[in-house]
């Protein structure tokens, strides 16, 4: 298989705090790829450390087929990034930053106009092409900073944390942005605390859990891998009261919903029962729950009661 | 899969000063549209030059020639003052994320300093320049043959790059832009302990090994020099060897910043 990125073993300390205890990944290429994890558990470290910003204390990366730590330029001329703090130039315009990254990108100087119009009216900036960074909103800026990202075709695009901060909208139109660039072959490589983003975007997921890789698959690989369906119980105007998981079985089916039936809850007026297939946050809370280890069925069938108060 | 590759291709390579020439250009942009850094610059050292010409320029040298001799040292203050901005744009490179962007790029380190090195350099000669035009209206005098100008000019220009060197270290070590815009001070108050706007020999006798080995004295001694045939003595050599010893502390110092400072914000 032909692999965009591959870590073997990856560690990371800052000071006293072990942030990568021994990260592998494998992403192959062409493909969007989206690491999940808490804040804090190490994805823009991982990031940095694949994007030649910080090098490992141990273990080795390839990005694009090359040495992060040896070939650290050669990887640098196969990658963009864009990270969680927006890398964009306030003082100069649409335009102007977009000229800039297309100079720095090897373009002429009409080449780079033309670029920068395109991507302008790509991601609906047209209008503000001559303004200065300093006047657009955070969805604009975002935009801005992703098109910068996109001045060239790079095989290996960077994303940290890209919708971070934007309303449902913009965060929809950056989704199907990084759809259609999927489409077109680039490996696409993001970190995310969404779990319907990683959901929505990504062939595979891998969550990021106390330093290392604590599970890694399709979203339908790790939804399987929690067992079976979870019982919900919701009241009249369908706030979720209570869930219990299953482990797939009739008689854990059986059992949950004894369960439920004992709670206080389910006496009151108008409460329902319904039974649906386990979503990726059932599969995050159940896995960083663990310490790091994968659950497996039974683990799940006894886990602590999962409820949301939205 | 195995399309990938054809599809998106490498980074070209860039030609000699490609990145340099962009930065640069970045960096004008931004000297140009901060207006009020660029009015402080240029009014702030001509304000100055008239208050101790017409305030107290009567009081120090009641014959009217204190324009004469105060004139280089306004030249000096102005040099400074102008650069300790870059501390301030570099700091704030270096805390958004824009210097991981271009740091994940091919791109020679240091070119994004460059950049800011050189709008500073043409942003304080531009002040210079100013300050003596002015200088000249309220009637400085100086006898220098077009060949000491240049050299004036010269002088002037090592002093600025070694000012706005340091200013860029010091941008790079500064946790914020705030903290940077701090570290200005140094350079409006050295000029004082200098021979820029009073002789050394008038200052209190332990203050004096400090006026006179400080920078900013040659510098000043060797531009009064060239200006007003005043005795050279040793002051170019000490002048360069201040300016250079500077730039070289300045760009190591700044190297060292600048991979430590890696994706750790």
Known sequence: MNLAIEARGLRKRFGRTDVLTGLDL???AGTVFALLGANGAGKTTTINILTTLVQPDAGTARVAGYDVVADAEEVKRRISLTGQSAAVDEVLTGTENLVMMGRLSGLDRRAARARAAELLDRFGLADAAGRKLGTYSGGMRRRLDLSLSLVV???VLFLDEPTTGLDTRSRQELWSVIRSLAETGTTVFLTTQYLEEADRLADRIAVLHAGRVAAEGTADELKARIGGDVVELRDA???LLLERPTDGSVHGLRAAIDELDRSAAASAVGVQVSIRRPSLDDVFLAITAGGGSAPTAADAASAPE????K | MTATTALATPRPRLGALTAESTFIGR???HSVRDVEALMMAVVLPTMLMLMFTWIFGNAIDP?????????P?????CAGFGASSTAISVSRDMTTGIIDRFRTMPLRSGAVLTGHVIASLARNLLATTVVIAVALLVGFRPDATPLEWLAVFGIVALWILAITYLFAAIGLAASTPEAASGFGFILLFLPYVSSAFVPVETMPEWLQPIAEYQPITPVTETIRALLMDTPMGDSAWLAVGWCVAIIAVSVVWGAWLFR???GRR
Request: negative net charge; hydrophobic residues 45%; charged residues 20%.
């Open chain 1, 26 to 28: 494998a992403v192959p």
């Open chain 1, 153 to 155: 075709d790079v095989p």
């Open chain 1, 237 to 239: 105007d369908g706030r």
């Open chain 1, 306 to 309: 999962l409820i949301e108060s």
């Open chain 2, 27 to 29: 960096s004008f942009i």
């Open chain 2, 63 to 71: 014959s009217g020639g204190y324009v004469d001799y105060v004139v």
């Open chain 2, 73 to 77: 040292g306004i030249i000096l203050l």
């Open chain 2, 260 to 262: 430590r400072k890696a």
